[in-house]
């Protein structure tokens, strides 16, 4: 089993940055996809980066040019930077991995996701 930790959340001024943290711990076979998902009060989760184990990334178009991800695969780290930073980027961030872990004679596919990490930003 993989257990996601998230930290780096806070309050912020319009315009300012932060930086977040994801530490993967427990066992796997593997993790593939990692990634950066937000909900803002009242809305549904949504897609804010997600990087490939190879390093190739995606951005939703609200992130382009002011969220960076990147990701440490020796310290089972994914991390996503955040500049220029807007009052509707003001959610909780929760982070997500594809998990693949022994599992009999085989390997099982899990979807695991942080407990979340709040991010506020002030007008």
């Known amino acids: 089993q993989v257990q996601l930790v998230e930290s780096g959340g806070g309050l912020v001024q319009a315009g300012g940055s932060l930086r977040l943290s994801c530490a993967a711990s427990?066992?796997?076979?593997?993790?593939?996809?990692m990634g950066w998902y937000r909900q803002a009060p009242g809305k549904q989760r949504e897609l804010a980066a997600v990087i490939t184990s190879g390093g190739s990334t995606n951005y939703a178009d609200s992130a382009k040019g002011r969220f960076t991800i990147s990701r440490d695969n020796a310290r089972n780290t994914v991390y996503l930077q955040m500049s220029n930073l807007k009052p509707e980027d003001t959610a909780v961030y929760y982070c997500n991995a594809e998990t693949y872990s022994e599992y009999g004679r085989g390997v099982r596919r899990l979807e695991v996701w942080g407990q979340g990490t709040l991010v506020t930003v002030s007008s």
């Open positions: 427990g066992s796997w076979f593997s993790i593939n996809d």
